[in-house]
C-alpha cells in the first residue's frame, strides 16, 4: 500500500466531509439573517433544517448502495456539487420556497459524502488502523461546525447572506474539484472497489445486508447514542442552556463547542479501544447510553436551575455520544462483506438521524401544547417547560438500548452457532487482569535478569 497516497486520499475525503458539515451547520448560524430576509415566522424556518434533515436520512440507504456500485470518489465529488449547487440558490433565494429548494440540494449532497468518505478508510489502509481513522473522520470532520460558527458567520454579518452563501458554494466547489482530482477508489493493483450489481441482485443485497444481525446492531448503537446530542446541537440545546437554565448567550456558545473539542479528544481513545475489544463495543455502546440517560435524570428531575457543573457534564456525556456512534460503523464493516459495506453503513446511518428528527419534532410540539394550554407561566420556553419537552428522550433512549440488546443477542446466538463464544464481562475482565499482571511480573523478571547480568 502506498502510505503518502493513501494519507492524501485520507486527507482529501476528511476535508469533503469537513466542508459537508459546514454546509450542513451554516444554516443554524443564520437564522436571524433568514428572518429578515425572508420574512419568516419560527416555523417556517425550523422547515429549512428538518427538510434537510429528512432528505439526508431518507437518501442514506440509496447512496449507501451508489457507494458499492460506483465507488467513494465520485460519490464525493458528487455530493460537494450538490451542496455547492444548493448554496448558490439559497444565496439568491429570496422566498422561504427557494431557500427550502436551495437546502434540499444541501441534504442531498451531504448525504453522499460520509458514507462514501468513511468506506475509502479500508480500501487504503490496513485493518488494524481502521477503527481509529474512521473515528478521526468522525471527529476532524465536526470542525466544519466551528468553520461556521466563526468565519462563516463574520463574512454573513460584515459582508451580507449571498456573500456568505456563494462563498460556502466556493467551498464546495473546491472539495469537488479536489475530490474529483485527487481521490482513487483503490490503490493501484488493489481489487476493484465496486461491483456492477444488476437491479435484482442490488435488491437482494439491501435485504441481506438488512438480515445481518450486525447491521442491525450497527444502527440500534447509532439510533441509541448519537440523538441526544444531534438533537442538542442542532436545535433545542441552545434555547433551553439560555431561556430554561438562565446561562448567557456567551457560556451556552462556548458549551455547544465543548462538542467538537471532546470528540477530538475521546474519539481516538475510543477507536484505539475499540480496535483492542473488538467483543465489547456493544457494552461500549450500551455503557454510554445508560450515561446519557443518567446525566439527563441528574439535569431534569430536581425542580429548579441545574447547576453549571452539571450542565458541562451533560454536554461531556452528550458529546462522548458522537465517538461512540461511530462503533455503529465498525459494526457495519465488520459484519458485512467488503461490497455490501455502503450499502450496510447507509441503513446504519438512518438510525441516529431518523431518532434525531422524531426528537426535535416531538420536543417542539410539546413545547407548543404546553405554551398553548398555558400550563406554566414564564412562556414558551420556560425551564418546566424544557423539563417536560425533554423527558420525551427517555422513551427515545429506552427504545434504543432495547434495540441494541435484541440485536445484540442475536448477533451472539448467530456467532454461537459458529461456534464463537463471548466470554460474560466479568470473565473476560478477569483475564484482562490476569495478563497484565502476568505481563508486568514478566517484565520486573527480565529487568532483575538484566540487572544480575550487568553485576
Ligand atoms: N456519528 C456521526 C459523526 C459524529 C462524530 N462525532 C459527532 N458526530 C455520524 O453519524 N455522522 C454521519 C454524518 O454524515 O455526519
Known amino acids: ?37 425572508f420574512s419568516a415566522t419560527a416555523s417556517a424556518l425550523s422547515a429549512f433544517t428538518v427538510i434537510q434533515l429528512i432528505v439526508y436520512a431518507g437518501l442514506q440507504i440509496p447512496v449507501g448502495v451508489m457507494v458499492d456500485r460506483f465507488g467513494p470518489r465520485i460519490m464525493i465529488a458528487t455530493g460537494a456539487a450538490l ?15 427557494a431557500g427550502v429548494v436551495g437546502r434540499i440540494f444541501v441534504g442531498a449532497g451531504d448525504a453522499m459524502t460520509f458514507i462514501a468518505v468513511i468506506r475509502l478508510i479500508p480500501l487504503w489502509f490496513p485493518s488494524r488502523r481502521v477503527p481509529v481513522l474512521t473515528q478521526l473522520t468522525g471527529q476532524l470532520g465536526q470542525v466544519g461546525q466551528l468553520i461556521s460558527i466563526v468565519p462563516f458567520a463574520f463574512v454573513l ?15 464546495g466547489l473546491l472539495a469537488c474539484v479536489l475530490a474529483a482530482a485527487l481521490l482513487r477508489n483503490a490503490p493501484p493493483g488493489a481489487p476493484a472497489a465496486t461491483t456492477k450489481r444488476s437491479f435484482r441482485e442490488t435488491g437482494t443485497d439491501l435485504g441481506t445486508a438488512w438480515r445481518q444481525p450486525g447491521t442491525r446492531l450497527g444502527l440500534w448503537s447509532h439510533f441509541a447514542t448519537q440523538f441526544s446530542g444531534t438533537v442538542f446541537v442542532l436545535t433545542w440545546g441552545y434555547p433551553f442552556l439560555v431561556s430554561g437554565e438562565g446561562l448567557t448567550p456567551a457560556t451556552a456558545s462556548v ?42 435524570l441528574a439535569v431534569l428531575l430536581p425542580s429548579g436551575p441545574a447547576p453549571l ?49 422524531v426528537t426535535m419534532y416531538m420536543v417542539g410540539l410539546i413545547l407548543d401544547l404546553l405554551n398553548g394550554a398555558g400550563v406554566f407561566s414564564g412562556g414558551l420556553y420556560s425551564l418546566d417547560a424544557f423539563r417536560v419537552a425533554f423527558s420525551f428522550q427517555f422513551i427515545v433512549l429506552g427504545i434504543g438500548i432495547a434495540g441494541v440488546v435484541a440485536s445484540r443477542g442475536k ?3 448467530a456467532m454461537a452457532e459458529r461456534g464463537e463464544r463471548v466470554p460474560p464481562l466479568r470473565v473476560a475482565l478477569a483475564d484482562n487482569r490476569r495478563r497484565r499482571s502476568q505481563f508486568r511480573s514478566e517484565q520486573r523478571q527480565e529487568r532483575q535478569e538484566r540487572q544480575e547480568r550487568r553485576n
Open 411 to 413: 448477533v451472539r446466538r
Open 157 to 171: 454579518h460584515h459582508g451580507g447572506w449571498s456573500q456568505a452563501f456563494v462563498g460556502l458554494a466556493a467551498l
Open 1 to 37: 500500500m502506498n502510505g503518502t497516497r493513501a494519507w492524501l486520499v485520507w486527507g482529501v475525503g476528511v476535508f469533503a466531509y469537513l466542508v459537508a458539515i459546514t454546509q450542513r451547520t451554516s444554516f443554524g448560524v443564520a437564522g436571524l439573517a433568514a428572518t429578515d430576509r
Open 83 to 97: 451542496m455547492a449547487v444548493g448554496q448558490l440558490q439559497l444565496a439568491a433565494a429570496e422566498s422561504v420556497p
Open 255 to 296: 458549551l455547544l463547542s465543548l462538542f467538537v473539542v471532546v470528540g477530538i479528544i475521546c474519539g481516538p481513545f475510543l477507536g484505539s479501544w475499540v480496535g483492542r475489544h473488538p467483543l465489547r463495543r456493544s457494552t461500549m455502546v450500551l455503557a454510554v447510553t445508560i450515561a446519557i440517560t443518567a446525566v439527563w
Open 309 to 357: 457543573w452539571l450542565l458541562v457534564l451533560l454536554v461531556l456525556v452528550l458529546a462522548i455520544g458522537g465517538p461512540a456512534s461511530m462503533i455503529a460503523f465498525d459494526f457495519a464493516r465488520t459484519f458485512n462483506p467488503s461490497h455490501r459495506i455502503g450499502t450496510a453503513t447507509g441503513i446504519v446511518n438512518v438510525g441516529g438521524f431518523f431518532a434525531a428528527l
